[in-house]
């Protein structure tokens, strides 16, 4: 059904107060996933409540967990009676995070189904290093019309090396192998903060895995996980999001609840453009009580500025003194927020994997619409600092990964109303 809520959002002259930082998405979706691997029950704390965790939840029922939400942030989730092992192209097609679901699976169950992911706006992402790391493993694809099967009576650990360090290839292999015979290692691994995050969890749950946070990840199969506690890291590209936020409306936010270890390649950045940040154990205050100055940027994995904040950093740009080359090496496909910006008056030309953005006084406020989810944050962000009203269409998107983005920037001042127009179906 089509979606008609928007934001509506006035022009807010500095974000003042506090935040708090939700569970980190990227991170809750492969733990959840995870779960799969043990046939017990699993309390997860600080889960974001979103529309993607919603999705996932699906799926993992879909294949027979159960699920029940405790408290606002806490899912207990049995995977005890696991009985089926493909998931229908309706669940998966709704989140791409849904492939995470195949290592576990694999291991767990020997075989599973499931759709393949289609293209996205970013760009087209195919899933051939995990079918490769999965084959290595010892497991056999099969691919039929729109969808791939993976079976495998057992998996042996063996050495990967990743042609590129995707992050959810690295993560649906690390799964796998937790189950599998002998020692396993993944080379060019991706080393993302969510990476260590998922290690942790299965490390408590058992597993034998070092390495994780590095590019190279080793680990020791063991024959069974159990179900355990365990509490989401935070978001940092929520908190990253918040940290422009204040920078572009000249306020004076403090982001509570992170770990700024994270967030290193954007707060660099931020002090290179002039922003004054403090930052302690768990928190950072960013102020900005002048204009930024333009700097370039490139994505690149991590320790690298991350392609899930390059959208924001876009935005910003585009009110910043000079000019700024923002650099997309990760996703062929990633300036879509580019033309929305523009129609506020921001000055981008986009060439090949280029965006050079000419910094300007202001921006307008009109009807703009969100492609993907960081470009609907981008656009709020532009939203909150452009002269007088904007409209921010397709915020489903937003919803996918931002818990409560119109409340939490409601509590900080700012003029941000989300207009329900959509019918209940
Ligand atoms: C994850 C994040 C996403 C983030 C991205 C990069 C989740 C749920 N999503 O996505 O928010 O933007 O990391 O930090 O955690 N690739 C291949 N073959 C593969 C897999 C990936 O060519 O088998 C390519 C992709 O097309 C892309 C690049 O590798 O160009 C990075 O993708 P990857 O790191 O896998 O991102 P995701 O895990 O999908």
């Given at each position: 059904?089509?979606?008609?809520?928007f934001?509506l959002i006035?022009?807010?002259d500095?974000l003042?107060?506090?935040?708090?930082?939700?569970?980190?998405?990227?991170?809750?979706?492969?733990?959840?996933?995870?779960?799969?691997l043990?046939?017990?029950?699993?309390?997860l704390?600080?889960?974001?409540?979103?529309s993607?965790?919603?999705?996932?939840?699906?799926?993992l029922?879909c294949?027979?967990?159960?699920?029940?939400?405790?408290n606002?942030?806490?899912?207990?989730?049995?995977?005890?009676?696991?009985?089926?092992?493909?998931?229908?192209?309706?669940?998966?097609?709704?989140l791409?995070?849904?492939f995470?679901?195949?290592?576990?699976m694999?291991?767990?169950m020997?075989?599973?189904?499931?759709?393949?992911?289609?293209?996205?706006?970013?760009?087209?992402?195919?899933?051939?290093?995990?079918l490769?790391?999965?084959?290595?493993?010892?497991?056999?694809?099969?691919?039929?019309?729109?969808?791939?099967?993976?079976?495998?009576?057992?998996?042996?650990?063996?050495?990967?090396?990743?042609?590129?360090?995707?992050?959810?290839?690295?993560?649906?292999?690390?799964?796998?192998?937790?189950?599998?015979?002998?020692?396993?290692?993944i080379?060019?691994?991706?080393?993302?903060?969510?990476?260590?995050?998922l290690?942790?969890?299965?490390?408590?749950?058992?597993?034998?895995?070092?390495?994780?946070?590095?590019?190279t990840?080793?680990?020791?199969?063991?024959?069974?996980?159990?179900?355990?506690?365990?509490?989401?890291?935070?978001?940092r590209?929520?908190?990253?999001?918040?940290?422009?936020?204040?920078?572009?409306?000249?306020?004076?936010?403090?982001?509570?609840?992170?770990?700024?270890?994270?967030?290193?390649?954007?707060?660099?950045?931020?002090?290179?453009?002039?922003?004054?940040?403090?930052?302690?154990n768990?928190?950072?205050?960013?102020?900005?009580?002048?204009?930024?100055t333009a700097?370039?940027v490139?994505t690149?994995?991590?320790?690298?500025?991350?392609t899930d904040m390059?959208?924001?950093?876009?935005?910003?740009?585009?009110?910043?003194?000079?000019?700024?080359?923002?650099?997309?090496?990760?996703?062929?496909n990633?300036?879509?927020h580019?033309?929305?910006?523009?129609?506020?008056?921001?000055?981008?030309?986009?060439?090949?994997?280029?965006?050079?953005?000419?910094?300007?006084?202001?921006?307008?406020?009109?009807?703009?619409?969100?492609?993907?989810?960081?470009a609907?944050?981008?656009?709020?962000?532009?939203?909150?600092?452009?002269?007088?009203?904007?409209?921010?269409?397709?915020?489903?998107?937003?919803?996918?990964?931002?818990?409560n983005?119109?409340?939490?920037?409601?509590?900080?001042?700012?003029?941000?109303?989300?207009?329900?127009?959509?019918?209940?179906?």
């Open positions: 059904m089509e979606n008609k809520d934001f006035k022009k807010c500095g003042r107060g506090e935040v708090s930082i939700s569970g980190c998405k990227n991170a809750a979706l492969p733990i959840m996933a995870a779960t799969l043990s046939g017990g029950k699993t309390t704390k600080n889960v974001p409540m979103l993607d965790i919603r999705n996932m939840s699906e799926i029922t294949f027979g967990a159960s699920i029940t939400q405790k606002k942030n806490e899912l207990i989730i049995d995977t005890e009676n696991i009985l089926h092992t493909i998931a229908p192209y309706d669940l998966t097609c709704k791409r995070g849904s995470l679901v195949m290592g576990p694999l291991a767990r020997k075989k599973v189904r499931l759709s393949l992911p289609g293209g996205c706006p970013i760009g087209s992402r195919p899933v051939d290093l995990h490769k790391g999965f084959a290595a493993l010892g497991a056999t694809i099969t691919k039929g019309a729109g969808f791939v099967e993976v079976k495998a009576e057992e998996l042996i650990g063996t050495k990967i090396y990743l042609d590129f360090p995707s992050v959810g290839a690295t993560e649906n292999i690390l799964m796998a192998a937790t189950l599998a015979k002998g020692k396993t290692t080379e060019n691994a991706a080393a993302e903060p969510e990476i260590a995050d290690a942790n969890f299965l490390n408590k749950m058992g597993a034998r895995i070092t390495g994780a946070g590095t590019d990840i080793t680990v020791n199969g063991v024959d069974k996980l159990k179900g355990i506690k365990y509490s989401i890291m935070p978001d590209i929520e908190a990253g999001t918040f940290m422009i936020a204040s920078a572009m409306t000249n306020g004076d936010v403090l982001i509570k609840d992170i770990i700024p270890e994270h967030i290193k390649p954007l707060t660099a950045k931020l002090l290179e453009m002039g922003a004054d940040l403090e930052i302690t768990d928190t950072i205050r960013v102020r900005a009580d002048k204009i930024c700097k370039d490139k690149l994995p991590f320790p690298g500025f991350p390059q959208a924001q950093m876009t935005a910003l740009l585009s009110l910043s003194k000079g000019t700024g080359i923002v650099t997309e090496t990760i996703f062929e990633r300036f879509m580019v033309a929305e910006l523009c129609r506020m008056g921001a000055q981008i030309k986009v060439e090949g994997h280029c965006a050079v953005v000419e910094g300007k006084r202001s921006l307008s406020g009109t009807k703009v619409s969100a492609s993907d989810l960081r609907g944050a981008a656009l709020v962000l532009a939203g909150l600092a452009a002269k007088g009203q904007t409209q921010v269409f397709n915020i489903h998107h937003i919803d996918r990964g931002y818990e983005l119109d409340i939490k920037l409601k509590n900080l001042g700012a003029q941000i109303e989300r207009i329900e127009r959509t019918p209940l179906q």
